[in-house]
């Protein structure tokens, strides 16, 4: 009995020697992790004023919600920066914000008080916040030790995305140029072989034949041979063409182009709306044969067809299809947000007043995102650029 009463006290000695030096290592691991950092911010479901006018023509307001985890933030852990890039819409209400953050090893955050110096507000995934400007944010170590601080920024768009003026310009700029120049890519090898030019995207280059027929060329205007159409040749426009092409969003290696005018007035007095057809082209190595596909009226919403345009020029923007012309001797403007299906007067993108009705008018969008009305016989240049573009462009 004394020999195993000595081996247990051997063993229970031995036990509290490794305990020890166990909660020696525990303490020692323990203190790698108090590593003090925010791993992710997100905030909830914002307030936005919209401004308005009613159809007594009074201004009005009405309140919409945002959706606050669509707007992502970055979390720059060398300057301590917490921010959005992508700026919540104008007339969002910050003031009163609901929010979530997590952070490393059960760091524990806290914001500074604006209202009393050296007082702490700690997060509370209930509470909401007035993020109306920047604030302070102190992580602390898990053992209170030591704590680091961020700055944290809710960034909210002071303009309207959709906001849209014209400015007067006394002539084209390099940037306007170049896109007036790129808009009649291949127009001169057209024209040198006795053919209408009627446009262009990355891979093709189309124009019709004396009798109506509609070519297409792959080498940029060198050799040319018949398009495929998907209906009768007679309902292609053979005046006031004009077209636009985008990049078709599914796909990196296709295009989207749409073809807008209007047929020879003698032969058919009756139509009251432009002719709209639409491609798809493939330019990958993979490409398929497409044809041109007329947009009946019958097909899509008989009241919301494009009208027959004078002096028509179309172009793509902001994700719109903007269409402008002369109706009834007076220049309009109308917009399509479905690709040339249906289409609408926008008031928006509205010409200026003292646009010359009886001169030519092209219209190009450039590299910087401005739409450009150019009157060059009567020297008439007007820019106008979106908010939304602008931002696009330069953050």
Known sequence: MKRYSGLLMLALVSLVIYTSCLNDKDEATSTTYNDMAVSSFTLGALERTIHTKGSNGQDSTYTVEVTGSNYKFTIDQIGRRIFNTDSLPVNTNVSKVPYTLTTYNSSMPYFEDWEEDDALIPYSSTDSLDFSKPRKLRVYARNSSQYVTYTLTVNVHKEDGDAFEWERMPELTDEARAALDFYYLGKDKAEALGLKYVGHCTAEVYALTEDGTMMVSDDGGLTWEPDDLDSDASLLPTEDLAYAYTNYSEYDQMDYILL??????????????????????????TSQPSQWIYMKKEDNNRTQYLPKLECLSLTGYNGKVLAFGRFKDVFFTFESKDSGITWQESTTFAVPNEIDDNAPLKVVVDSEGFIWLIQESVGQYWRGRQKSVAWDVWE
């Open 260 to 285: 807008i005018g209007n047929r020879n007035s003698e032969l058919y007095p009756d139509d009251e709306e432009s002719m709209v057809w639409h491609k798809l082209v493939d330019y990958s190595l």
